[in-house]
Nanobody, 126 residues
């Protein structure tokens, strides 16, 4: 089970921290990602940490977002700074087994076919 929290309404330039609490997963065995979807747009992987603990980011968020995980608590985080209106979306936590070296471009397709998803948390920047 994956449960996201931390979304909300924030002004441009503001910050939010999203959390994804996971149960029933061994974190070290999974690539873990934050995927967002805005109305009328396709899902976009914005940040991931793979099963080798390497982090990768979409170009649109590089330098503003930071993904991290706490394996003692089984929680995935997304620290979002300098938020822009275009960051407005539903943000989902997603896990894919293995997937060391997976890129942000490839993650959504892999997760759609084989992954696990949370219910999402809404982020609105306005």
């Amino acid at each position: 089970q994956l449960v996201e929290s931390g979304g909300g309404l924030v002004q441009p330039g503001g910050s939010l921290r999203l959390s994804c609490a996971a149960s029933g997963f061994t974190f070290s065995s999974y690539a873990m990602s934050w995927v967002r979807q805005a109305p009328g747009k396709e899902r976009e992987c914005v940040a991931l940490v793979d099963s080798g603990d390497a982090t990768r980011y979409a170009a649109s968020v590089t330098g503003r977002f930071t993904v991290s995980k706490d394996i003692t608590k089984n929680v995935l985080y997304l620290e979002m700074n300098s938020l822009k209106p275009e960051d407005t979306a539903m943000y989902f936590c997603s896990l894919v087994y293995g997937a060391r070296g997976i890129t942000v471009a490839a993650f959504v397709a892999r997760a759609t076919a084989f992954g696990h998803w949370g219910q999402g948390t809404q982020v609105t920047v306005s």
